[in-house]
Structures are given as structure tokens and as C-alpha cells.
């Protein structure tokens, strides 16, 4: 069964998408830290935002309220 990221959206359907590999976790490969906890709010909004950058060419500013906007549909960061 295909799972949703629960921090980025991600669709996770293999178990190398998520963290640790492991399909148990609510969360993906991308969002987690190297000894498999979940990046916090603000570490999340600072890769998104470099994404965004990356990939929509807009600048740092722009990127990051983009990104909140994103992450405010998520329900890692819903409060
Ligand atoms: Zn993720």
C-alpha cells in the first residue's frame, strides 16, 4: 500500500523510500536525518526552499514562503 510522507508529500511506494528503508515509518528517505529521526520544521522549510530554488528559479525569499505554504498542507506541520 502506498503511503504519503507525512513532512513532504512524497508518495512512497518502495521500501527505499522511506527513512531507514523501513515501511513502518510515516515519513520519507528525504525527510529524515542520518540516524533516522525526522528533520524538524525548520531544516524541512530550508531543503524545501533550496528545491524550490533549484528547480523554479525563484529567489531565497519567494522559495521559502513557497514552501511554507507547502509544508502548511502537510500534516506534520499542521498544528
Ligand atoms: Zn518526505
Known amino acids: 500500500m502506498m503511503k504519503i510522507c507525512i ?3 512524497m508518495p512512497m511506494e518502495n521500501p527505499a523510500d522511506f527513512a531507514m528503508g523501513d515501511p ?4 520519507c528517505v528525504h525527510c529524515a ?5 525526522m528533520q524538524s520544521y525548520e531544516e524541512k522549510l530550508d531543503s524545501l526552499a533550496n528545491f524550490i530554488v533549484r528547480t ?4 531565497k525569499q519567494a522559495a521559502r514562503d513557497a ?3 507547502m509544508m ?3 500534516p506534520a506541520w499542521k498544528k
Not at 523554479?56 to 529567489?59: E, F, I, K
Open 67 to 69: 514552501a511554507k505554504g
Open 7 to 9: 513532512a513532504c508529500g
Open 33 to 37: 536525518r542520518q540516524d533516522g529521526t
Open 56 to 59: 523554479q528559479g525563484l529567489d
Open 72 to 74: 502548511a498542507q502537510l
Open 24 to 27: 513502518d515509518k510515516d515519513f
